[in-house]
């Protein structure tokens, strides 16, 4: 064999070296985006978690949620400081959670569960009364997104209310 010979062998060897690192290399960040994505889930889980066990283990922090369902006018000034700041850091672990979706970094599927959650809370008159009144600043995409959840909840419930009126005068809408 000539030094040439070696040198095509050497060059075909080179080659499939370079091919099967960039394999390896295209295999690491498909399990770390993977890894990243879980990491992401369940870090917005544990504050979300953290959330619900303050609310569910202290009677007080639950009567205050309760009462602040109806309204928020049936708290206490301190009482609506303290939920105020409940809900400012609800909004704050979601909103993140939300623009890293915005970004392709969470699945469809996990958002979807959370803005389901953001739904429920802003279907309560006192959430509503909140997100209006808070003086929190939000980025533009998060705050566009609450806005048309909670115009949606006042819309559905201004159209509840023209039914109830309908049926009690015996008429369809």
């Known amino acids: 064999m000539t030094i040439q010979d070696w040198g095509a062998i050497g060059e075909i060897v080179s080659a499939i070296a370079v091919v099967a690192t960039l394999a390896y290399l295209a295999a690491q960040i498909r399990h770390s985006e993977r890894t990243t994505r879980a990491q992401l889930s369940q870090s917005f889980s544990s504050d979300i978690n953290a959330v619900n066990l303050m609310i ?6 639950f009567e205050i949620f309760r009462k602040a369902g109806d309204s928020l006018d049936t708290l206490t000034p301190d009482e609506q400081g303290r939920y105020s700041f409940l809900e400012l850091s609800v909004c704050r672990t979601i909103e993140p959670l939300y623009l890293h979706y915005l970004k392709g970094l969470v699945d469809e599927d996990v958002w979807a569960t959370q803005r389901e959650g953001l739904v429920a809370l802003a279907t309560t008159p006192g959430w509503r009364q909140w997100w ?7 980025t533009p995409a998060f705050k566009a997104l609450v806005d048309a959840i909670v115009q949606a909840q ?3 419930q201004a159209d509840d209310r023209i039914t109830v009126l309908y049926r009690a005068r015996g008429d369809t809408p």
Do not use: G, H, R
């Open 56 to 61: 569910a283990n202290d009677v007080s922090w």
């Open 132 to 138: 209006l009144m808070q003086p929190f600043p939000f």
């Open 154 to 156: 006042i819309e559905v």
